[in-house]
């Protein structure tokens, strides 16, 4: 299970503006923003764009410049592999170790949705243990049980990141990952794809036509 909520794109005015300032060429600017406050590329600004794109990582630079921030909800096994992507993101997460008791566990706070009847039915039996470790903590807060939560939790545990980057790392998660094997790569792949002019930009990137 993977959930994005709360997406922002960000400087892609300023970004635009300097891909324009090797030729000195803002006259041909053309993008402007419409009534909801969008800024709309116009059809000079976006083939200039796609191009530089097209052309390769040493002339897409602008593309580092657009930025994305975003509400990522999913499970800590995903997230051990999103953490490869440590060049251009910063991400302020949930804290595990500081809330792990706040509230009781439930179901609804791991990634189940791939396990077969059998093991969803012990798995549940375990949560109802954890639950119980949970109440002994909060009962006389004896770091032993704290531990236990700790060092019992699995990896399917869902956990939220508020996480920053580009377009440039969104092309390589994008390219690299969009076949994964793990279904969540799948869901942040069609997210990144539904973002303002990601399918050509993007597309341009990889050479494609997304």
Known sequence: MLKVEHISVMNLENAMRGARNPLNSWARGDSAYDSEGNYILGENDLSLATRLCSAGTDHRKFIRQILVSMDITA??????????????TVANSTSTMHKIHAKPFELADFSVDHMTAESLAEFEKFIA???QVRLRYMENKDKQY?????????S???QMRTVTLNYEVLANIYYARRNHKLAEWHTLCDAIL???YARELLGACGGETL
Do not use: C, H, R
């Not at 096994?77 to 060049?87: A, C, I, L, M, S």
């Not at 704290?146 to 699995?154: S, V």
């Open 146 to 154: 704290w531990y236990d939560m700790i060092q019992l939790l699995p």
């Open 129 to 131: 243990y954890m639950e």
């Open 75 to 88: 499970p800590m096994y995903w997230w051990k592999e999103f953490d490869t992507y440590k060049v251009g």
């Open 156 to 158: 399917s545990y869902n």
């Open 194 to 196: 539904d973002l303002p």
